[in-house]
């Protein structure tokens, strides 16, 4: 069974910082890209960030210059550094990761529980 666990979220000002992580743990064979999406009330979920497992980011250019991501491939662990945080970064962020276990045999992508993200003064 894997499991991704996200943490780092809560309640901060505008133009703060947060960084969230994401840690996949079980009978984790490989891991291939993992990546950070985020959903608004109202809105659809939106991608924020991917990065591959040789640690190649890729991020959305609605946060590029505020948001990082990096990996640590012996803790199977993604990161995401945010900073000068906007009101409009408020949403549910929400890790995946692209991972083959040693039962199925074939790489499966799972999703993380969500951790709550709020800009607000």
């Known amino acids: 069974q894997v499991q991704l666990v996200e943490s780092g979220g809560g309640l901060v000002q505008p133009g703060g910082s947060l960084r969230l992580s994401c840690a996949a743990s079980?009978?984790?064979?490989?891991?291939?890209?993992m990546g950070w999406y985020r959903q608004a009330p109202g809105k659809q979920r939106e991608l924020v960030a991917t990065?591959?497992?040789?640690?190649?980011?890729d991020i959305a250019g609605s946060v590029k210059g505020r948001f990082t991501s990096s990996r640590d491939n012996a803790k199977n662990t993604v990161y995401l550094q945010m900073n000068s945080l906007k009101p409009e970064d408020t949403a549910v962020y929400y890790c995946?990761?692209?991972?083959?276990?040693?039962?199925?045999?074939?790489?499966?992508?799972?999703w993380g529980q969500g951790t709550q993200v709020t800009v607000s003064s």
């Open positions: 990065i591959t497992s040789v640690g190649n980011a």
């Open positions: 079980g009978s984790i064979f490989s891991i291939r890209a």
């Open positions: 995946n990761a692209v991972i083959r276990d040693y039962e199925l045999g074939a790489f499966k992508t799972y």
